[in-house]
């Protein structure tokens, strides 16, 4: 029977095909890849909401519902949708009214129910009162007014932090609140370079409220200690103008500022700054956005109609609108489903799609609080055979008079005082007694009968020191 083997080849149709294969996967994949940065350069806007009214800020909330929209109109009106900027209704129903029955607003936050979800500065005649409401703006209450703060001229801003924190900045004094606006304290005095500039920009590190960043229209200055001493912000370069300021809520220390046709950014609270160009750009930073849930994300928007993105931070910028339609106050992002950028100004509100990016997770803590009770419960358990009643055994046998060795060395045992005879006799005693008691090395003398486990502890004090010297130490 021929053995020859017999000799294997791959088909030469298959050879063939297997290149083409792999070039239609690249075909195919090719396109899916690029698709973020694709859609981030050409979204288009498209008009949604509040058509030909000028919108002057946005901000965007999540509820159990969904998502709101906040919008403040030109004149001070307070604006809310629930349907992605679709529709818009009132919500100043419990707050003071002028004019032609629109409220006068000086400063508003929109909050995650902190306990507020909304915060807002009223002028109401002469004087400027703080609202709140819990409801979204169905109901507003007031709060208790700052002492000396009750002068309109003297009211200009709010920032907000986490736990129920807010500041209020007057003309020249800062107020703040540990309680949600229930009691106030008088922090400091503004730096005399932001006192009666207008408009002021104050903003507060959401998980760090220490830390507020203000700006007056040229210059930054900066507080790590709640506004009770400020310092200017010595690594930026002269400011003709400041157009915006945000800071990361999920990262401490990340600062962005906008500048004519530039950003300014400082990862370290404002010690150090990088100036980076937006491409294209022809007019002044107007506002930034910066993702609540990742701080790196962050928008830009000009007074040329342009919007600009980065997802590092800062250090680079690309364009998300192929035109510029209007100048733009105002972004936020549907905080919910997180696929939506809103811009505002002029001619209401508009809308595009957008991919983000999703949080990273950080099981950090709940795998350092694992691995911190699995050694704490290890650690307690072995200590507890260590504290046998092996030392008590053995001090009993001391007691005989017989000179050897071995009762020497368990006398030293017996003194409770001393570490030594602890530290040798108990590890020792713990590995040997239980394998060794039934069978006595050394036979007993008539003198040591009862004292059986004797021979046991001979075994261990052999490698001790000479036994004279322990009685001698023992009393110590």
Partial sequence: MDQTPVATSTPHWYRQRVPQLALAVLFFLLPLAVLPFVWAQSAAREPV???????????????????????????????????????????????????????????????????????????????????????????????????????????????????????????????????????????????????????????????????????????????????????????????????????????????????????????????TWQAVELPGSTGMVRTLLVDPRVGETVMAADSAGQVYRSDDAGRHWTRTTSEGRQSIAALAIDVRSRDRLFSAGDDGIWAQGILLQQPTPTPTATATATSTATPTATSTDTPSPTMTATPSATPTMTSTPTDTATPTRTATATSPPTATPTVTVTPTSTATFPGETPAPTAPPSAGQTPSAPTPTDAATSAPTTAPTEAPTTSPR
């Avoid at 159990?64 to 929209?69: E, I, T, Y």
């Avoid at 807002?120 to 004087?127: D, F, I, P, R, S």
């Avoid at 700052?146 to 009211?155: N, V």
């Avoid at 005399?192 to 220490?210: D, F, H, I, T």
Wanted: charged share 15%; aromatic share 6%; glycine share 14%.
């Fill in 49 to 271: 909401g509040l058509r030909g009214q000028a919108v002057q800020r946005l901000e965007s909330t999540a509820t159990g519902a969904g998502s709101v929209l906040y919008a403040q109109l030109a004149g001070g009106l307070l604006v809310r949708s629930r349907d992605g900027g679709a529709s818009f209704e009132r919500i100043d129903a419990g707050l003071p009214h002028v004019g032609l029955g629109w409220t006068s607003l000086i400063d508003w936050l929109a909050l995650q129910g902190d306990p507020w979800n909304l915060v807002a500065l009223v002028e109401q005649g002469n004087a400027v009162q703080v609202y709140a409401s819990v409801d979204n703006g169905d109901t507003w209450q007031p709060l208790t007014q700052p002492a000396g703060a009750a002068d309109a001229s003297r009211l200009r801003a709010l920032a907000g932090g986490a736990g129920g924190w807010l500041a209020i900045a007057g003309q020249q004094t800062l107020w703040t609140s540990q309680d949600a606006g229930q009691t106030w304290i008088v922090a400091a005095r503004l730096p005399p370079e932001l006192v009666g500039k207008q408009p002021l920009l104050l903003r507060a590190e959401w998980r760090n409220p220490s830390r507020l960043v203000a700006s007056s229209g040229a210059g930054v200055w900066l507080s790590d200690d709640g506004g009770a001493t400020w310092s200017i912000a010595d690594g930026l370069p002269p400011l003709a103008e400041v157009g915006a300021l945000a800071l990361a809520s999920d990262r401490d220390g990340l600062i962005y500022i906008g500048g004519r046709e530039l950003v300014f950014v400082s990862d370290d609270d404002g010690v």
